[in-house]
């Protein structure tokens, strides 16, 4: 299944994708995508209604998040093996993990607002993953029993906030609308082959992000696990996975967003974002 979420935001509807790409209303089967219901026994029974019997959102709707009630927006550094190179360091050892504020979190495509006092904004185009029940030392085999789907996010950084103000990559990473996920939540039955798919991200039309999930360093099922060694995850909770090559600060010059420019993602089986980029305003 293909879920979604739409609407104006704070009043999304939960929805899922029909075989010809249009959104029909599931409010009336699920009250949202959070708790309980991303559960594998919930999601189940959302697979056996005929999505033709539901009512059709409304054409152009606003895309929210496919996920509410995340308490946890944890990310991973470094974890492309092309994209360590690029920026000159060595594979890590281990998952780095740093938090994004789940105030970050916005639609797929909202438009991303250049934090004040930034002039190095950067993309990162990413794979995540949602938790569907609560996750406490999961082993890795057993992924398939906490993970509800999979989406894209487009972990916006402020690069110069990230290393250059100390402490925590939190500070750079945390800005909101800096974290844009969606449009679809895709069960895990959708993508076969999670380790192997093309991922792009072009900025005014120009391919800057070339990059496969193959490339990754520690794959989800392994992070999954790793994870919950340190925490507790809830359904809901985001995990976003890491980036391919090809972000603006590891270019040569160095590259940055901008107010004015258009930021689109897509990741083979998980749809595609675009965001307009507007400058700072209270």
């Not at 789940?102 to 909202?110: A, E, K, L, Q, R």
């Not at 993309?123 to 029993?145: L, P, Q, S």
């Not at 959708?190 to 496969?212: F, H, Y």
Request: one cysteine or more; aromatic letters at 8%.
């Amino acid at each position: 299944m293909k879920l979604v979420r739409f609407g104006a935001h704070g009043a999304e509807k939960p929805g899922i994708v029909d075989r010809d790409g249009t959104i029909r209303d599931l409010s009336a089967h699920v009250p949202d995508f959070s708790g309980a219901n991303l559960a594998p026994a919930a999601l189940a029974k959302l697979a056996a209604i005929d999505p033709s019997s539901l009512p059709k959102a409304p054409d152009g709707v606003r895309l929210g998040p496919p996920v509410a009630g995340t308490h946890n927006f944890i990310a991973i550094g470094l974890n492309y093996a092309d994209h360590a190179k690029e920026t000159g360091q060595e594979i890590p050892s281990e998952p780095i993990l740093f938090n994004k504020a789940t105030t970050s979190i916005c639609g797929p495509n909202d438009d991303v607002m250049i934090p004040r006092n930034s002039r190095h904004t950067d993309w990162e185009c990413e794979i995540a993953f949602v938790i569907g029940a609560r996750a406490r030392y999961v082993e890795a085999k057993d992924w398939a029993n906490y993970i509800a789907g999979y989406c894209i996010c487009n972990d916006v950084s402020e690069r110069s906030f990230q290393s250059k103000r100390g402490g925590q990559w939190v500070k750079g990473k945390s800005a909101e609308t800096f974290g844009p996920i969606g449009p679809w939540l895709v069960t895990p039955d959708e993508i076969p082959n999670v380790d192997n798919l093309a991922m792009s991200l072009d900025v005014n039309g120009v391919r800057k992000q070339t990059g496969s999930t193959a490339t990754m360093i520690f794959n989800i099922p392994f992070l999954l696990a790793y994870v919950t060694e340190f925490m507790v995850l809830e359904p809901g909770d985001i995990i976003s996975t890491g980036t391919p090559p090809g972000v603006g600060t590891a270019r040569n010059p160095r590259e940055f967003l901008k107010a004015g420019d258009v930021v689109e993602l897509n990741i083979e089986g998980l749809g595609t974002q675009r965001q307009n980029v507007v400058p700072f305003a209270l």
